[in-house]
């Protein structure tokens, strides 16, 4: 496809799944989302070699995507914070059992039921681990349509690259908006390297075990530091973020995703007003870019976080900036969606330096 | 000197770690015996359970994955649909599969998942330390049914496999008993029979096998094996429960 199409959110990240070389999906209905795995049922039912389950909780759909990805498939699942609670035990043995996979959560108001507004109440979650023991998810954060598109092809590349589950964290407005999207080519899956850990039957060589119980400490130990030696290696090569305007700015708006483009329009409006004011985006969560952030003390005067949360973020924010600077928030949460006007507002105050 | 028996190819040269009087060793046995006469060992997955069998991988010289508690079903379910020539099988306890893992293995069985679950009742959870399991007779004395399970606080005995026959995507179940020669004979003609129907493409089976647990019962290997013939078949009496194959 090289004319550029106009689809939905959900549709654009199912597209480029396949085209990443998907063939299991395993799913359960949650709105805001429900669109993926309509998308991921109708085009795999077409093709011979794809997989498709709507399975009977989140629960056994991540147990279906271990399985899966244990025998070697590219393999996803995607649902809402809820469901994504749901799955946090089968993403700790992912990454336990160094397994490839890539989990969608497109968030919602919450917590509990909450509702199905946009929301990034998750991002402790999706960051912190969000199941029990000592390992890390890889997040990437979309905002933009074409985004969506790439990074789904990137999740699944670090995904099998590190062997490690990568979530793509985006919310209800995101799956929704339809923008034009051009999609890289398609991956054959045959043509991706040779997986030679996966368990297929034994054929030609020894029996492998993939598992994640060692019960001797020393070994569960030397697991963790593996772990963790892979983790940092993550953390020193694939941080990303996009800059806007923040060369000349004594202002920096911090936001990721859907947060981050209301933000963007709130900067375009205050620049007009003469305001020195940038944004920084962080497009990945896991890890934070801190460094270039650290980098924009040097001459930015002050941060204002901008989530649509209570104020999450906003901790790694002030980790990265260690004190030198300022750093204010501003969220609405629980489904709200700020304008730009009400958020131009909020920078234009601090700028100004009255207290939010 | 001509050797007449020798341990089967699907098991690894390793002792088991199993307790004296334990069905497992035998189950285990007759697996591999069964994945042997089919000729199936390097085509064969098998999925261990959370539970005194966690370290079947040890014994079994197949392709293992582990699950997490319960989730054995889903977990064969994502590797067999990858893999449709594979034979995929998992073991679990009841505790596994009757508890924690009910759901899971329903719905397996409700699609018609061509898969074989080895299924092990011994009424008790054994390798927490013999609390009550979902399989618990009425009356009988875990660590936390102290005086015995009583219905109206702790409920009854769960039929997993008569459920399990209600689902239409299931083809062959079958409960036997490894507590005699007989009763040994009869399981890993169930067993490969299980594998049989999965290798025909035929739809989910499972085998339920009553295995005696000595050390968490606080009963001798020998009153072990009476209270399985005895008692515990009462609740959950031997018989092909489902066969469509």
């Known amino acids: ?356 | 000197m001509k050797k007449i028996f020798s341990r089967p190819d699907a098991l690894k040269d390793n002792p088991f770690h199993y307790c004296p009087g334990c069905g497992h060793s035998i189950i285990h046995r007759l697996v591999a015996e069964v994945i042997d006469e089919l000729g199936i060992r390097d085509r064969t997955i098998g999925v261990p359970p959370a539970g005194c069998a966690v370290l079947a991988y040890n014994y079994f010289d197949v392709d293992m994955c582990e699950a997490p508690h319960g989730r054995a079903a889903a977990v064969a379910t994502g590797m067999k649909r990858i893999l449709k020539d594979s034979v995929v099988f998992t073991y679990q306890g009841d505790g596994d599969i009757a508890a924690i893992g009910t759901a899971e293995t329903i719905h397996a069985a409700n699609r018609g998942e061509r898969i074989t679950a080895i299924f092990v009742n011994n009424a008790v959870y054994g390798m927490t330390g013999g609390q009550m399991a979902p399989t618990t007779l009425p009356g009988q004395e875990t660590t936390t049914t102290p005086g015995g399970r009583l219905q109206v606080r702790d409920g009854y005995p769960l039929d997993l496999s008569g459920m399990l026959a209600l689902a239409a995507g299931s083809v062959y179940i079958e409960r036997t008993a490894v507590t005699s020669p007989k009763g040994i004979i009869r399981t890993k003609k169930a067993i490969k029979k299980a594998f049989e129907t999965q290798l025909e493409d035929k739809g989910f089976s499972l085998v339920e096998v009553l295995s005696p647990c000595p050390t968490n019962w606080k009963m001798s290997p020998k009153d072990s094996i009476r209270w399985v013939d005895e008692i515990m078949t009462k609740i959950f009496p031997l018989k092909v429960i489902k066969d469509v194959a």
């Open chain 1, 1 to 356: 496809m090289s004319a550029k199409t106009l689809m939905r959110g959900t549709h654009v990240l199912g597209e480029a799944a396949i085209r990443a070389g998907c063939r299991a999906y395993f799913g359960y209905p949650i709105t805001p989302q429900n669109e993926l795995p309509e998308y991921m049922a109708s085009k795999f039912a077409k093709m011979d070699d794809a997989v498709f389950i709507q399975a009977e909780s989140e629960i056994a759909s991540i147990n279906m995507v271990i399985g899966a990805a244990a025998a070697g498939a590219r393999a996803m699942t995607s649902s809402s914070s809820p469901g994504i609670s749901l799955k946090q035990e089968g993403i700790s043995y992912l990454a336990a059992m160094e397994l490839p996979a890539v989990i969608v959560n497109m968030m919602r108001g919450g917590p509990g039921l909450g509702n199905i507004a946009p929301a990034q109440g998750d991002y402790f979650q999706a960051t912190r681990g969000g199941g029990h023991g000592d390992y890390r998810v890889i997040v990437l954060a979309p905002a933009y349509g074409q985004e969506i598109a790439d990074m789904t092809r990137q999740a699944f590349d670090l995904a099998d690259y590190y062997r490690t589950p990568v979530m793509i964290l985006g919310d209800g407005m995101m799956g929704q908006m339809m923008e034009p999207v051009l999609f890289p080519e398609p991956v054959d899956p045959s043509s991706l390297p040779k997986k030679e850990w996966v368990v297929n039957g034994s054929k030609g060589r020894g029996s492998r075990v993939i598992l994640s119980l060692l019960l001797d400490p020393p070994r569960e130990e030397e697991h963790n530091w593996k772990l963790a030696r892979k983790y940092q290696a993550i953390t020193e090569t694939i941080p990303d973020q996009e800059m806007y305007l923040t060369d000349d700015a004594e202002l920096v708006v911090v936001a990721y995703g859907t947060a981050a483009r209301i933000a963007k329009g709130a900067v375009h409006r205050v620049r007009q007003s003469g305001l020195k004011v940038g944004l920084y985006r962080p497009k990945t969560l896991w890890p934070f870019p801190s460094k270039p952030l650290a980098k924009l003390c040097d001459h930015v005067g002050q941060f204002l976080v901008f989530e649509m949360s209570t104020g999450q973020m906003v901790e790694d924010v002030r980790l990265a900036v260690e004190g030198r600077r300022e750093v204010s928030f501003y969220g609405r949460p629980g489904g709200v969606v700020s304008t730009p006007e009400e958020v131009a507002a909020i920078v234009s105050s601090a700028y100004h330096g009255k207290s939010n």
